[in-house]
């Protein structure tokens, strides 16, 4: 069973400059999610996707960070303009709809703001 | 306050030895819990779940209790392959989306 893709895996940008990152979970997975990871911390929930449908996007900075999940498939997650504090790791999660099923992640994308 | 708090570490151990994290969550109505193995620089993956009867995979020992809301895994005859930061988290089960703590990093030495 492929596991969670997602491109690019690593990115080196400006502060202002754009970015987008991509994810495609494992197929049939209904809910998706997006984590920041900053260096030495947990992964923190950006938002969470139900088929396209947004479940929670309370801890997502929204005057500069947007996601989408158009047919409920793939997810794409922007920052515009990014910030040096958005230097982390974002990770990219998949898991089917039962309750207590297992969250599988992506490899995830590297960003460092310069 | 961290919802879900883990002493940071180094935990710097021999092979062999026998070590245990803990870690506290603050938010009561969180229902499930779960470890999480980080290696260096990769993604983050199920160790084990976490249930109040306290749980056993191998070496690995979970135990939660509820009344001190607080999760504790133990590691036995560690290996040098045990070297990772391991997250502790829990989730309201409605809710879905995990809650991680910052980690305890774990170095085992030969």
């Known amino acids: 069973e492929a596991g969670v893709a997602q491109s690019p895996r690593y990115k080196i940008i400006e502060k202002r400059q754009s970015v987008a990152f991509w994810c495609n979970p494992i197929?049939?997975?209904?809910?998706l999610y997006w984590y920041q990871q900053i260096l030495g911390q947990g992964p923190k929930l950006l938002i969470q996707?139900?088929?396209?449908?947004?479940?929670?996007d309370s801890q997502l900075p929204k005057d500069r960070f947007s996601a989408e999940r158009l047919k409920g498939v793939d997810s794409t997650l922007k920052i515009q303009p990014a910030k040096l504090e958005d230097s982390a790791v974002y990770l990219c999660?998949?898991?089917?709809?039962?309750?207590?099923?297992?969250?599988?992640f992506g490899p995830g994308t590297r960003l460092l703001v310069l | 306050r961290k919802e879900v708090e883990q002493d940071p570490g180094p935990f710097n151990v021999p092979e062999g030895a026998t070590v245990a994290f803990n870690c506290t969550y603050s938010?009561?109505?969180?229902?499930?819990f779960f470890w999480y193995r980080q290696d260096c620089r990769k993604e983050p993956k199920l160790l084990m779940s976490?249930?109040?009867s306290g749980n056993e995979d191998g070496r690995f020992t979970a135990q939660l209790n509820r009344a001190s809301q607080y999760i504790s895994l133990l590691i036995r005859d560690s290996k040098l392959s045990d070297s990772a930061t391991y997250l502790c988290?829990?989730?309201?089960?409605?809710?879905?989306?995990?809650?991680f703590g910052s980690g305890t990093r774990l170095q085992v030495q030969p």
């Open positions: 996707f139900q088929n396209n449908g947004v479940v929670d």
């Open positions: 197929s049939g997975h209904a809910t």
């Open positions: 976490v249930y109040s």
């Open positions: 999660a998949s898991s089917p709809s039962r309750p207590g099923e297992t969250q599988y």
């Open positions: 938010n009561s109505a969180s229902q499930s």
């Open positions: 988290v829990a989730t309201n089960t409605g809710r879905r989306a995990l809650t």
